[in-house]
């Protein structure tokens, strides 16, 4: 348990230092508060890594033998349609622009910094079929990126919806 102080204004801060290893498998509400408030930084986990990695072996290998909803057809109305192979790096990308509007109230820094984390902790858990790189490169953008004009609260996506999820 890390050593905390309390300033006069009643605010807990930890003395802690160093950065935070997300596992996929837990992720101690201290080291929630120290990545947003931007104190630590995260680093991915070597077998959380590993992990994410045999997740897109496997989705790859399955969307290759099949249809698979969101990554060889179309999403929604469109799930019908099949998505050709040599555009599947092109439909992933243009699935998740049109997901990406910036609508809504603009959320505060801490709290993205904090939604960053959990997110990439989830996805390291594994299973979500995602390249690698996209989970190393969420995970840096925590680390380089004050994400305050970046995020803005969008009520269509929600922590089960496919493009939050994966």
Do not use: C
Not at 13 to 26: A, F
Not at 53 to 80: H, L, P
Not at 111 to 132: I, K, S
């Amino acid at each position: 348990m890390s050593s905390q102080i309390v300033d006069a204004a009643g605010a807990v801060s930890s003395r802690q230092t160093g950065p935070v290893v997300l596992d996929g498998i837990g992720l101690r509400v201290e080291d929630v508060v120290r990545l947003a408030d931007g104190t630590a930084r995260p680093e991915p986990g070597t077998d959380a890594m590993k992990r994410v990695a045999e997740s897109w072996d496997a989705a790859r290998q399955i969307a290759a033998t099949g249809r698979v909803y969101g990554r060889s057809t179309g999403v929604g109305a469109n799930r019908n349609e099949d998505v050709p192979t040599e555009a599947a790096a092109e439909h992933g990308l243009r699935l998740l622009r049109s997901h990406a509007g910036a609508i809504g109230e603009e959320l505060p820094a801490r709290q993205v910094r904090a939604m960053l984390a959990v997110r990439a902790n989830q996805l390291l858990a594994g299973g979500a079929g995602l390249r690698p790189t996209v989970v190393a490169r969420l995970v840096a953008l925590k680390n380089v990126y004050d994400p305050a004009n970046l995020f803005r609260l969008n009520q269509n996506i929600r922590p089960g919806h496919p493009v939050a999820v994966g």
